[in-house]
């Protein structure tokens, strides 16, 4: 069972958030010429502003942004929040979540929602090298309101490693369980280090996310948002914890195209 995250935590929650806008507006990214080629019409990715270095000697530091509501940060692996992480700052019927982009590459976006309580930290530690990012609110699936993007570097010993020409027949033949849905999106996972692809299968506007739970946590929910265009997936990665539960969905721009029930695993 996933843990509520305290100040030293060691806790992955998960997102889903219901809004993958139809031209990403450029957030920051780290290296020159690190931005993705778009195959789709859906998006529209442009090169955003250079990366921040995070703080030298920075045990206990960490990078920040806030919104009134939620606050996400960026830290240091020694730090007292490493990795990724959002929390709720208001007692409110909204909720605090954090969307993100990996290594300068915008084809894939992240998003964790925090469903738990005020004060509550959700997050998750398996981060790139780069990790562009902002907080944003929201009321349900909608979204209220968001921060500026900032991005950071050089903030994890071990970061994830930058993957995005995996296929979606080489996704299901690297996972152990599969899922999808009509409108043309996968998704798969395995659960020895676990990972999650979202697939994108069909030729169209439409957007492909996988939507899932890890540990049985109904307080934190993860979103993967493929951005990239047909036959391209994005993936996360979660260290020891299993996905519980888990669906494939469809959008266009924020409206939901199709979508399964949720399965438990």
Same mark, same amino acid.
């Given at each position: /069972?996933? /843990?509520? /995250?305290?100040?030293?935590?060691?806790?992955?929650?998960?997102? *889903?958030?219901?809004?993958?806008?139809?031209?990403?507006?450029?957030?920051?990214?780290? *290296?020159?010429?690190?931005?993705?080629?778009? #195959?789709?019409?859906?998006?529209? %990715?442009?090169?955003?502003?250079?990366?921040?270095?995070?703080?030298?000697?920075?045990?206990?530091?960490?990078? &920040?942004?806030?919104?009134?509501?939620?606050?996400? &940060?960026?830290?240091?692996?020694?730090?007292?929040?490493?990795? $990724?992480?959002?929390?709720?700052?208001?007692?409110?019927?909204?909720?605090?979540?954090?969307?993100?982009?990996?290594?300068?590459?915008?084809?894939?976006?992240?998003? $964790?929602?925090?469903?738990?309580?005020?004060?509550?930290?959700?997050?998750?530690?398996? $981060?790139?090298?780069?990790?562009?990012?902002?907080? *944003? #609110?929201?009321?349900?699936?909608?979204?209220?309101?968001?921060?500026?993007?900032?991005?950071?570097? @050089?903030?994890?010993?071990?970061?994830?490693?930058?993957?995005?020409?995996?296929?979606?027949?080489?996704?299901?033949?690297?996972?152990? #369980?599969?899922?999808?849905?009509?409108?043309?999106?996968?998704?798969?996972?395995?659960?020895?280090?676990?990972?999650?692809?979202? &697939?994108?299968?069909?030729?169209?506007?439409?957007?492909?996310?996988?939507?899932?739970?890890?540990?049985? @946590?109904?307080?934190?929910?993860?979103? $993967?948002?493929?951005?990239?265009? %047909?036959?391209? &997936?994005?993936?996360?990665?979660?260290?020891? %914890?299993?996905?519980? /539960?888990?669906?494939?969905?469809?959008?266009? @721009?924020?409206?939901?195209?199709?979508?399964?029930?949720?399965?438990?695993?």
């Amino acid at each position: /069972m996933v /843990m509520t /995250m305290t100040a030293a935590f060691s806790v992955e929650g998960a997102a *889903a958030d219901a809004a993958a806008p139809s031209a990403v507006k450029a957030p920051p990214v780290a *290296a020159a010429g690190a931005t993705a080629r778009v #195959v789709t019409p859906a998006v529209t %990715l442009t090169a955003p502003p250079a990366a921040v270095p995070a703080a030298a000697g920075g045990a206990g530091k960490a990078e &920040c942004v806030r919104v009134k509501g939620a606050r996400a &940060c960026v830290g240091l692996d020694q730090s007292a929040l490493p990795g $990724i992480t959002v929390q709720d700052t208001k007692k409110d019927r909204l909720h605090a979540a954090v969307e993100y982009y990996q290594n300068g590459y915008l084809g894939t976006k992240y998003v $964790i929602h925090n469903l738990a309580r005020e004060g509550e930290i959700r997050g998750n530690r398996q $981060i790139g090298k780069t990790v562009t990012f902002r907080a *944003a #609110v929201y009321k349900g699936d909608r979204r209220i309101k968001v921060s500026g993007w900032k991005t950071v570097s @050089d903030v994890t010993k071990h970061p994830v490693k930058r993957e995005t020409r995996v296929t979606p027949a080489g996704a299901r033949a690297r996972s152990e #369980v599969c899922t999808s849905t009509k409108g043309a999106a996968d998704m798969c996972f395995g659960e020895k280090k676990t990972f999650v692809f979202a &697939c994108d299968t069909g030729a169209d506007r439409h957007q492909a996310r996988a939507e899932y739970f890890l540990n049985g @946590d109904p307080t934190a929910r993860f979103e $993967i948002h493929q951005l990239g265009g %047909l036959n391209t &997936c994005g993936k996360a990665v979660h260290g020891d %914890l299993a996905v519980s /539960m888990y669906r494939a969905s469809v959008f266009d @721009d924020t409206h939901l195209v199709a979508t399964r029930l949720y399965k438990y695993n």
